[in-house]
């Protein structure tokens, strides 16, 4: 079989999917291609199951979301709004603060809490009533490039050829590595440990954040209900110890964090406790001759400000306007146009590499002198409006 559409791309996570039926409304063909069996993304089997993964979406995600009918057929019960953040440093009684609320940056939220689940289900039920997608089930094998075309063969032999290629296959992208980018790469030396859990006192809305030498950077955001999300960065010594812990012995070295805040903490059931590596990649180009990468494939952060996945979003919204603004002569892979969205993302990306990259190196630091300077940092940056209003643009995905 050869399938010939407008748009190919490979890789079916929530970035992949979005990407898909962004291209779709655009009036393109497209096609999706997923390594595995295509199914529906399977229902909660409990309604007081919770997704360990989690993603902090921004305004600009909600947007671009919300555009595509996806955000209404999200399960809005399982949604949850941050309305604001408390961020701690450490030393004597946690010198350095920072807090930011919705109220102060005239939002009605600075961002909301989805579950990947929930996400995708949303995003399944769409792309079923979408006449312009084609979802085929392979894995590809070899890449060609001619001058109109990107052909993706098969392992079972099938050819898929598009004017654009769109990499959303992840870190370890196979569209990367077979246009040979080369990607800088380095191990933070730490694992990122989730779960869920209920806290005995309210929320309201709140994400809290501690940065810890010691014991790395830990989050516990807000999910729907008297329930939190943890994601820990953990060093990787001390994140070989957690994993080796129950959740409820995790729930007890919490308790120096949550109280007096959110009070004493009990794992959801079932009990789940997952991690995940963390490394900083960066790509030396996000396009190629007719393809372009999105998501994780051209970019991976430290999850310590949660926009690993707003990046993606963004790189989606710049893709598919410049595809859509191309001159009539041009199609979706033209040269010119993958410049285009190249130097849109140019700036957005490389300043969240440095500020997560930076932060996350300032704060793995145990230096007395440099534990005072960033805790001060803290302090001075909530004392200030101007600055505090430009990251709180950051944080809700456009500049304020």
Known sequence: MQLQTDICIIGDGAIGKTAALGFAQAGLKVTLLSPAAITQTPSV?????????????????????????????????????????????D?????????????????DALAWIVEDRNLNQALDTALKFSTNIQRVQGRASTLQIDDQHANVQLENGDTLSAALLVGADGGASWVRSQCNIDLDYRSYGQRAIVANFSCAIPHRGTAYQWFSAEQGVIALLPLAGQRVSLVWSAPEKLAQTLLQESVFELAARLAEFAQ????????????????????????HAITASRVALIGDAAHVIHPLAGHGMNLGFADINALLAAVNARESHRDCGDARVLARYARSRREDN???????????RLFESDFEPVRIVRNLGLNLVNRLPVLKRRLIGHALGKSR
Do not use: C
Not at 274 to 283: D, I, K, N
């Open 45 to 89: 089997a409990h309604p007081e199951e919770w997704d360990v993964r989690v993603y902090a979406v921004n305004h600009v995600a909600r947007t671009l979301l919300s555009s595509l009918k996806v955000w209404d057929a999200l399960d809005a019960a399982r949604v949850q709004a941050i309305d604001a953040m408390e961020v701690a440093g």
């Open 91 to 107: 030393g004597d009684q946690r010198a350095g603060s920072l807090a930011f609320d919705a109220y102060g940056a005239r939002v």
């Open 260 to 283: 007096p805040e959110l009070g004493s903490l009990t794992p959801l059931q079932p009990e789940t406790m997952r991690a995940f590596p963390l490394a900083l990649m960066r790509p």
């Open 350 to 360: 490389l300043m969240m590499q440095i500020t997560t990259d930076g932060l996350a």
